[in-house]
């Protein structure tokens, strides 16, 4: 009975001696800097770079997806308008208008953005 009641006391005064180095353990997310996340930087989330695509960078973009979806034989035409945004028209081996989407010059579609 002595035995456990040593080994009763010695656990409890090992678990009482290390709450204070469990409560003063440092928390990585309180920054003095005022950022609340360890990914905004600089204001962007997750350090977000969005890059501005040329008419040929469009270009080159639609017709890797046109030819990933629709197959060889589709043509694609991109144009910009006078809003600084870019049309971008997908005709068959026809010449019949498939699609016709406007996008930014970030990528992202303006109008129209119904998926198939």
Same mark, same amino acid.
């Given at each position: 009975?002595?035995?456990?009641?040593?080994? !009763?006391?010695?656990?409890?005064?090992?678990?009482?001696?290390? !709450?204070?180095?469990?409560?003063?353990? $440092?928390? %990585?997310? %309180?920054? $003095? $800097?005022? &950022? #609340?996340?360890?990914?905004?930087?600089? *204001?962007? !989330?997750?350090?977000? %770079?969005?890059?501005?695509?040329?008419?040929?960078?469009?270009?080159?973009? !639609?017709?890797?997806?046109?030819? #990933? #979806?629709?197959?060889? *034989?589709?043509?694609?035409?991109?144009?910009?308008?006078?809003?600084?945004?870019?049309?971008? &028209?997908? #005709? %068959?081996?026809?010449?019949?208008?498939?699609?016709? &989407?406007?996008?930014?010059?970030?990528?992202?579609?303006?109008?129209?953005?119904?998926?198939?």
């Amino acid at each position: 009975m002595k035995k456990t009641t040593t080994i !009763a006391a010695l656990s409890a005064a090992a678990l009482l001696s290390t !709450a204070p180095l469990l409560v003063s353990a $440092d928390n %990585d997310n %309180d920054k $003095d $800097d005022g &950022q #609340r996340s360890e990914y905004r930087h600089k *204001g962007s !989330a997750m350090n977000a %770079d969005l890059k501005q695509y040329s008419s040929e960078e469009m270009r080159i973009m !639609a017709y890797g997806q046109a030819l #990933r #979806r629709f197959g060889p *034989g589709v043509t694609v035409s991109v144009d910009e308008t006078e809003e600084g945004t870019y049309l971008v &028209q997908l #005709r %068959d081996a026809e010449d019949n208008l498939m699609r016709e &989407q406007e996008f930014n010059r970030y990528g992202a579609p303006v109008r129209g953005g119904r998926r198939d």
